[in-house]
């Protein structure tokens, strides 16, 4: 992943090339996920021997535009696929993306007219943010590199765009200790002339990136390598309140991170599916979906009471447990976390008490396999959880 460490230049070339034959079979529609995430049209759009990442669809779905990189992320070009009877083209190389310059992260925005993307070809020095206009069905404007203040003599990126003209982004300018912090401009006179943070609950550290905003600015999807996760980067998400403040970040959970790297957000316009990367740094990268219906099930957690609970936000990982498990109590705040690990029996095994750490790891190693359960008193709540080693 890019994850706005942007990676050092080298000579590999992006695997195998961008149009390819493959067998008929391929082409024919996929089977819609359910809770589990699956990779995202293999065969013709995910490919074994290419990173693919940050897929944008037209408003009506029928249109697809991705990224595909080299595993260092020194080389990367826009592809474009339409959808035909229920089958994706193969796909061709963006007409703004046919040069050798680095091309990702495009972002149609709601309404089909625009489309963002990051790319360094002159006058940028750095990745800025770039945009076409749609001319026709199949045709689109030369790009346009955005003006100051959204671009910036920094890196710049991920743009993405809500039905009232406001756009988020990744940037690097004098924030996130060295790395990146998420942004936001509203439209005024169809022009970008104001940018601002989107405060210290959002940018809590060094890496902040890659933000997806429900096109009515109900939600705001993420990646973070800053917090406590499931390793790598995450995806955590966050709702907007009636004051159109933000609520506390959460992680999106197992179902959807693991140990690789989960990132690139991105939501189809109807609203039913999640779209997302996953990389084995350097070995494997492919595109995701799943249906949106976590989105759902996570403002309902957040928003069942008035004052949160750090209970319900606590997560272990991974369960079935090897030789450690991970307690992550998410980012609200706590005093003190009493914590006893007993056997089937009830006996206490080992015991612990932790002041507002964020996570802890418990040591299983030299432990009889078997079930456990873990005992976690944190503020007068109680949260209890089997173990299996």
Request: aromatic residues 12%.
């Amino acid at each position: 992943m890019k994850k706005i460490i942007f990676s050092v230049l080298g000579l590999m070339l992006i695997s195998s090339g961008y149009a390819q034959s493959i067998h008929q079979d391929s082409r024919l529609e996929q089977t819609p996920p359910g809770n589990i995430p699956q990779i995202f049209a293999p065969g013709i759009i995910s490919l074994d021997n290419r990173f693919e990442t940050y897929p944008t669809f037209s408003p009506d779905g029928n249109e697809l535009f991705f990224s595909v990189v080299n595993a260092i992320w020194s080389q990367g070009k826009i592809l474009h696929s339409i959808k035909q009877n229920g089958n994706w083209s193969e796909p061709d190389t963006a007409i703004f993306s046919n040069n050798n310059y680095k091309n990702w992260e495009s972002f149609i925005s709601p309404d089909g007219t625009r489309q963002f993307f990051a790319s360094n070809r002159p006058p940028s020095t750095n990745m800025d943010i770039w945009m076409v206009e749609r001319t026709s069905d199949s045709t689109w404007s030369d790009p346009v590199r955005l003006d100051n203040p959204v671009n910036s003599n920094a890196e710049d990126g991920s743009a993405c765009v809500t039905n009232n003209g406001t756009l988020y982004f990744k940037s690097r300018r004098g924030g996130g200790i060295g790395g990146s912090w998420l942004y936001r401009s509203k439209q005024i006179d169809s022009s970008y002339s104001h940018v601002e943070s989107l405060g210290n609950l959002i940018n809590t550290g060094p890496q902040e990136t890659e933000p997806f905003v429900a096109p009515d600015e109900s939600y705001l999807i993420f990646t973070s390598s800053t917090r406590p996760g499931y390793d790598g980067w995450d995806l955590w998400i966050c709702f907007q309140n009636t004051d159109s403040s933000w609520t506390e970040p959460i992680n999106m959970g197992p179902s959807i991170n693991t140990a690789d790297d989960e990132y690139g957000p991105r939501v189809s316009l109807n609203g039913n599916y999640l779209f997302f990367t996953r990389e084995n740094t350097g070995i494997t990268m492919d595109i995701y979906w799943v249906s949106s219906g976590i989105i759902d099930s996570l403002k309902s957690t957040v928003f069942s009471s008035i004052h949160p609970s750090v209970k319900q936000n606590i997560q272990l990982y991974p369960n079935p447990a090897n030789n450690t498990i991970k307690i992550l109590f998410g980012t609200l705040s706590y005093k003190i976390a009493f914590i006893k690990l007993m056997d089937i029996d009830g006996k206490l095994i080992l015991s612990d008490t932790c002041h507002n750490l964020p996570a802890v790891t418990i040591d299983l190693s030299g432990k009889p396999k078997g079930i456990y359960f873990l005992r976690i008193d944190v503020d007068g709540e109680v949260f209890i959880k089997k173990i299996v080693h």
